[in-house]
């Protein structure tokens, strides 16, 4: 403490600044806070009288963070889905991901209890991945907003009742904050390595939505929205962070307060479907692809429906009759094409006139904002920036690739994942276009890598 006070005053930081840091550590013992803060204002006094500064370096009040707030991505990812609406929350710990599940926790039991105190969510630590998810899609199914939280292993864990959520048609969310792998890897490190696995996860022909948030401003509104759109499209919605986004304090904005209401997606009560008389679970009776569905306990003899993970027609049918299954199948693929428009777009930054342009999504946004300036500063050249932010991915990337003679794909992977996923969504003329810029020793991307990798292979 007397340490404290002498670089209080050699620093020229203001005593109250110190006395209110002392008094909230202290804050329920005023004996050890008077006892704590006379040592300070001991050695403030001693240095004032005794020591000459030497060196030009002071402390000042800056207001440059005025209305700034600081989060981690795992706490607004936790957050989102608070404001969405969740009330199951399936998991099992896994570094680095358990601070989202502790995070949600806390604010459940500060915002999710009646009056009289009774809890109306339900956290369950699963025995493992598997059965989390497995509790988060038969939450889904009945009706409740549910999710988990993993990281890669817990992912290669999730693939077969993944599967089921997409060919069943089942609603959650799983964040995966991804670290370094395959195995186990380095957990304390990061990575942007689950891209490929996630996207296809579980066998058979499968895609899944992802949404990929670039800040932790980012993660509450994916956190938020994630919850609409896998009830909307009635499928298991990823949302992928990093163990440097989720785990590491960021400066943000603070968090807008939604302003829509949660979009439920196509359920039918009892009196639609006294109205109806009704419905097939898998038709496809409004051409977007996306069938109607009921919640158990809904009061009606016809709305009840077999939820089948093996070979089914549009009324919930078994069946193993090729042209039933291949239409299931079909329709799956066109309300995977329709997510195209409702998950997030991405952001772009364009001038018109460069020929080149960089790609990338997730935390390496930081790294490519400042090695755009270095390549401006040092080689006076602009480039072009788009940042994906889901999959499946938005024509607007299909535009921006064509505009561009070359486009250089950032990402932190060895296989170049995000490029690989490009190549099989553009048209093949554009295909030859792309190139890697590729960061995988487990740190963060820095921008300095990029720039220098940049200029080696354009030449400069």
Request: glycine residues 8%.
């Amino acid at each position: 403490m007397v340490y404290v006070g002498v670089v209080a005053q050699i620093l020229n930081i203001d005593l109250s600044v110190v006395e209110k840091g002392v008094k909230k550590q202290f804050a329920k013992k005023q004996k050890v806070f008077d006892l704590n803060f006379g040592a300070v204002k001991a050695g403030y006094d001693f240095a004032q009288e005794k020591l000459v500064k030497q060196d030009p370096y002071f402390i000042e009040h800056s207001n440059q963070t005025a209305g700034k707030i600081i989060i981690d991505g795992n706490a607004a990812c936790g957050m989102g889905a608070v404001f969405a609406g969740v009330t199951v929350v399936a998991w099992y710990p896994i570094t680095p991901s358990t601070s989202l599940v502790e995070a949600t926790t806390d604010l459940l039991k500060k915002f999710r209890v009646t009056p009289e105190g009774k809890a109306t969510f339900a956290v369950v630590q699963a025995e493992d991945e598997l059965a989390a998810i497995g509790m988060v899609l038969g939450a889904g199914w009945a009706g409740a907003r549910s999710m988990t939280s993993t990281s890669g292993p817990g992912i290669s864990l999730m693939a077969e009742f993944s599967g089921l959520g997409y060919y069943a048609e089942l609603p959650g969310v799983i964040f995966d904050v991804q670290r370094t792998g395959p195995s186990t890897g380095m957990p304390t490190r990061t990575q942007q390595a689950d891209l490929l696995s996630t996207v296809l996860l579980s066998h058979g022909d499968t895609k899944h939505i992802v949404l990929l948030p670039g800040s932790v401003k980012e993660c509450f509104e994916f956190g938020y929205a994630a919850f609409d759109i896998a009830e909307r499209f009635q499928t298991p919605v990823f949302v992928l962070t990093d163990l440097d986004l989720g785990m590491n304090n960021w400066m943000s904005d603070p968090f807008a307060y939604p302003d829509k209401p949660l979009d439920r997606g196509k359920v039918l009560t009892a009196e639609d479907l006294n109205r109806l008389g009704g419905f097939a679970r898998y038709r496809d009776v409004d051409g977007d692809a996306i069938g109607w569905r009921t919640l158990p306990g809904t009061p009606h003899p016809k709305a009840a429906y077999f939820t089948r993970g093996s070979g089914h027609n549009d009324a919930a049918g078994y069946t193993e009759k090729p042209g039933e299954y291949q239409a299931i199948m079909e329709r799956l693929l066109r309300k995977f094409e329709n997510a195209r428009k409702a998950a997030p777009a991405p952001v772009v930054v364009k001038d018109g006139t460069s020929k080149m342009g960089f790609i990338a999504f997730g935390s390496s946004d930081f790294a490519v904002g400042e090695s755009l300036d270095q390549i401006r500063k040092e080689h006076k050249l602009d480039v072009d920036y788009l940042r994906v932010r889901a999959y499946p991915f938005a024509h607007e990337i299909h535009d921006f690739v064509a505009s561009h003679e070359r486009v250089y794909v950032i990402e932190q992977n060895r296989d170049a994942q995000l490029a690989s996923l490009l190549k099989l969504d553009l048209p093949a003329e554009e295909v030859v276009k792309l190139r890697s810029i590729l960061h995988y020793n487990g740190l963060p991307i820095d921008a300095r890598s990029i720039t220098d990798e940049f200029a080696t292979k354009e030449g400069l």
